[in-house]
């Protein structure tokens, strides 16, 4: 299985600062794809979800994210981050596993966000 | 109501030992996921079980074995604990796919430690 792609595995930000975490995607067939965000100690919550339509989808707490398809693209955006953002954040296809024409897609590495005041 | 629940939330035992984590779902789910996230935070896919079917194994050792009497039970029995089994454990549900529009709805985790 491949996981989806996120380079970025320790992001460190001041608050007020703008974020961008990469997730990058290999998959020979149609792909949506989803944020999670998991708090300290807590289970992980979906973010945001692009299933077609528009590709810049909106989220809850800020976030955005854009799906683009030409890049095998799909990162997380916030223009002005806050403590409470500090999080570990997921990307990941419906399911958390995409499967089918001999591919499979499973769940990102995971970014690690800490956000200092 | 908590949507997805599993018992117990931590689980310390011994090497060798036997242990069950059970996972229930009030979400009227057909779909139920058990992951394993490391110390490290990576979150694999162990099991998925659709209207009490197995659907996905993804090369777990046969010492785990999940059990689902109903699709709104997932469980998860562990033979022979082992250190590397010490993890944090989310079952997980899914509505059923629709167009692939199938977010993931996790329960609280349990953290299982072996020593």
């Known amino acids: 299985a491949q996981s989806v792609s996120q380079h970025n595995h320790h992001v460190i930000l001041s608050e007020a600062a703008s974020l961008e975490l990469g997730c990058n995607y290999s998959y020979g067939g149609t792909v949506n794809l989803f944020w999670y965000v998991q708090y300290p100690g807590q289970h992980l919550q979906l973010l945001l979800k692009y299933f077609s339509g528009d590709p810049l989808v909106k989220g809850i707490k800020g976030f955005e994210a854009e799906f683009i398809k030409s890049k095998f693209s799909f990162n997380l955006r916030k223009p002005s981050v806050q403590w409470s953002d500090t999080a570990e954040y997921f990307c990941a296809p419906p399911g958390g596993i995409l499967t089918g024409g001999g591919n499979k897609l499973t769940f990102g590495t995971g970014t690690q966000l800490k956000v200092e005041l | 109501d908590t949507a997805v629940s599993q018992t117990p939330k931590y689980l310390v035992t011994q090497m060798g030992n036997d242990k069950s984590i059970k996972c229930e779902q009030n979400l009227g789910h057909d779909t139920m996921y058990w992951y394993k996230q490391d110390s490290k935070k990576f979150l694999k896919i162990m099991f998925s079980y659709n209207n009490k079917e197995l659907i996905i194994n993804e090369t777990v050792p046969n010492r785990f074995s999940p059990k689902s009497p109903d699709k709104a039970h997932l469980n998860l029995h562990i033979n022979s604990l082992e250190l590397g089994d010490s993890a944090v454990y989310f079952c997980?549900?899914?509505?059923?796919?629709?167009?692939?529009?199938?977010?993931?709805?996790f329960g609280n985790g349990t953290r299982l430690t072996v020593t």
């Open positions: 997980a549900s899914s509505p059923p796919r629709r167009g692939g529009h199938s977010p993931l709805h």
